[in-house]
């Protein structure tokens, strides 16, 4: 029996039902070295992000994965007091973003040496907490991926196979994705466990069903950000449902969050973006263009417990 591995614990996902699996609650893009990096007071942050929380609970959400690991701001305290106002089931990663955002500690490492730590953050729990995380994040620059990351995907791979937590990897474009395939497939990844983040970014659909048909999910996962956007993201859902695939495509907003370095944590100058533009437009969009309510159940609920399911 599978089970998502929550801040408040393991959760039987046969018990879960809507799952946003790529969203943010507290992220910090200035980087690791940037004073006051990742630092967040948890009743400031939870004030801030708690009504966009409650506003997905009322649309019937009941788990949510945040997708920042390490490198672009992770804070445990801030989240696990952010866990403790929602009933919706919070995952979130070890791993660490791309380039520039690696933290010193970690760029002269082996892939060995970084899975064992990271191995420790799924079975143990994070920094000293009982909080355990649900899934291994990755990352490459839009021209990668580099070496650097190259040893991170190894890493992912052993954590992965150590663990039965999936990989997501931040892989702009499908020559960036197949580079960063072949990486975990000589690292004798199974790409079943392995979720290609944001690939909207390739206009190619041959690229989306190619990866689908080498195993990997394909996430979608800008809803709500621009119109013409989320036009092209119902284009390629539509596209793989047709064509069969429909059971390994993940819908989702990468919304949010509190900003470290923002006034009050409010991003500048766009303001705090919620999560429920897939609901409220999405997928009414989806079931025009002929989705069934089987398939909404596919896209929305079974998929990402699949995927996340340890
Ligand atoms: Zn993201």
Redesign the pocket.
């Known amino acids: 029996m599978a089970i998502l591995r929550t801040l408040k614990g393991d959760i039987p996902t046969e018990k879960l039902g809507f799952i946003l699996p790529?969203?943010?609650l507290f992220?910090d893009l200035r980087g690791p070295l940037a004073p006051g990096h990742g630092e967040g007071e948890p009743e400031v942050v939870g004030q801030l992000v708690k009504p966009y929380l409650d506003a997905i609970q009322a649309k019937g959400v009941t788990a949510f994965v945040d997708?920042?690991p390490l490198g672009v701001g992770r804070n445990i305290r801030a989240m696990r007091h952010v866990a403790s106002l929602t009933p919706i089931h919070i995952v979130v990663p070890t791993g660490v973003y791309k380039e520039g955002f690696i933290p010193t500690n970690w760029l002269d490492i082996s892939a060995e040496a970084l899975a064992e730590h990271w191995i420790s953050e799924i079975t143990d729990g994070i920094e000293g907490t009982d909080s355990k995380a649900g899934f291994i994040k990755t990352a490459l620059v839009d021209d990668g991926p580099k070496a650097i990351e190259a040893r991170n995907l190894r890493a992912a791979a052993i954590a992965s196979q150590a663990t039965g937590a999936i990989i997501g990897s931040?892989t702009i474009g499908g020559r960036a994705a197949r580079e960063e395939m072949d990486i975990l497939e000589a690292a004798g990844q199974n790409l079943n466990r392995f979720i290609w983040?944001?690939t909207q970014t390739e206009p190619d659909t041959s690229i989306h069903i190619e990866a689908a048909k080498r195993g990997a999910w394909v996430e979608f996962?800008a809803i709500g950000a621009n119109p013409e956007l989320d036009g092209k993201m119902l284009d390629y859902t539509v596209n793989m449902l047709d064509v069969g695939y429909g059971a390994q495509v993940l819908l989702s907003h990468?919304a949010g969050w509190y900003e470290v370095g923002s006034p009050g944590g409010v991003p500048q100058p766009q303001g705090y973006r919620g999560y429920t533009a897939l609901m409220d437009t999405f997928l009414p969009a989806l079931r025009e263009r002929g989705a069934t309510d089987a398939d909404i159940h596919l896209l929305t609920v079974t998929n990402p417990a699949r995927a996340f399911g340890i």
Request: proline fraction near 0%.
């Open positions: 790529h969203e943010h992220v997708c920042a931040h983040i944001h996962d990468d």
